[in-house]
């Protein structure tokens, strides 16, 4: 019989069309150790959602011995907020799972919201040394680094000794992650690669869209954009892709550069937040400028010239990643939350 049961709090939205957050993939995994995992919650609305977190803390307050909840610096902030001292109110121990690279820039703005919810959890868990790091020149103590977590056995890694300008972005439609620079990048490297193809993969959550189709309709810019699509179609579509590209103006560890790197695609990012953690410059990947389109294009280009040079920095990406499996993973969630 299961002792230890865990209420997991986080944007559980997959089956709306969002892309997958840990609480699709940590909880799971959770309860296949052996945990009995309760959730909060998939209603659309974020007035409901709301709604259903705290009525859930109440509810299971008397029978989990955890509330696990997912933590991020957008308005996603408040619910963690108000669930964190529903928890205190009724003396439930609670994880904050860290999640964003705007996060120490909450830490700045809101510092008495932030040591409400921070000093009073049990641990907070960073995925990487940036946020780790940013917390403790907060002055948190209550810390401990658990990477973020998948299945390395269920990725297929493809060697690519001839590079073609095919590139692969996936993210949300959203000015955090800068798809812009992304056209622009094609606009640019259209001027030596005449037959460049961008395929951007994501659901459009902020009715982005129609601005950036209205850009690549202007320009003439080779570019498909999927939609949200499955981490199974995804990967098939990496498959024919050669070159993965990370626009964004804010990240910590983004699971789908990780995913990248499992599925042998060469990585050009911007250096913000902590992808200078995740990617070394020029040992398992590139790194460019935030907003800096014609660095990352030459990146690009650089890539194309040296396939062998590409091909060494994908293999050591690909090595990179043991430390993200689950089957190493696991055994620090098992540390702190105990046997189930």
């Known amino acids: 019989m299961n002792t230890t049961s865990i209420l997991y ?8 069309g969002v892309n997958e957050t840990s609480i699709d993939t940590l909880g799971p995994m959770l309860a296949k150790l052996g945990y ?12 409901l959602r709301l709604l259903h977190m705290l009525w859930q803390t109440i509810r299971y307050s008397q029978k989990v011995s955890f509330v696990l909840m997912d933590v991020y610096s957008t308005q996603n902030f408040y619910y963690a907020l108000l ?5 205190r109110l009724l003396k439930v121990p609670y994880l904050a799972k860290l999640h964003g690279g705007n996060l120490p820039h909450r830490l700045k703005r809101n510092p008495k919201l932030s040591q409400l919810i921070f000093a009073n959890s049990q641990y907070n868990i960073a995925p990487s040394p940036y946020l780790l790091e940013a917390f403790e020149k907060a002055g948190f103590t209550n810390l401990l680094l658990i990477p973020n977590t998948l299945q390395r056995n ?3 890694l493809k060697h690519r000794s001839h590079l073609r300008p095919r590139l692969l972005w996936v993210r949300s439609l959203q000015a955090i992650y800068n798809p812009e620079m992304a056209l622009e990048v094609v606009r640019l490297l259209q001027k030596k690669y005449p037959d460049v193809q961008l395929t951007m993969v994501g659901p459009d959550k902020e009715n982005y869209l129609p601005k950036l189709r209205q850009v690549v309709q202007h320009r003439q810019l080779p570019i498909h954009f999927t939609g949200k699509l499955s981490k199974k179609e995804w990967h098939q579509l990496a498959q024919n892709s050669d070159i993965f590209i990370n626009t964004t103006q804010f990240d910590n560890t983004p699971v789908s550069v990780i995913e990248a790197m499992l599925l042998g695609l060469p990585v050009v ?3 913000v937040g902590g992808m200078p953690f995740l990617i070394a410059h020029q040992q398992n990947g590139l790194l460019v400028p935030a907003n800096d ?3 990352m294009s ?5 890539l194309i010239e040296q396939p062998a040079w590409a091909q060494a920095l994908a293999q050591t990406a690909y090595e990179r990643t043991q430390v993200f499996d689950w089957e190493v993973v696991q055994h620090q969630w098992l540390a702190i939350l105990g046997e189930p």
């Not at 709090?9 to 709306?16: Q, R, V, W």
């Not at 669930?83 to 928890?87: A, D, E, K, L, N």
């Open 9 to 16: 709090i986080g944007n559980k939205l997959a089956k709306h």
């Open 36 to 47: 009995q995992v309760y959730y909060a919650s998939s209603f659309k609305t974020k007035a």
């Open 83 to 87: 669930v964190s001292q529903c928890c």
């Open 154 to 156: 269920q990725y297929v």
């Open 269 to 271: 990012s911007t250096d």
């Open 293 to 295: 389109a014609e660095a």
């Open 298 to 302: 030459q990146a690009i280009q650089s």
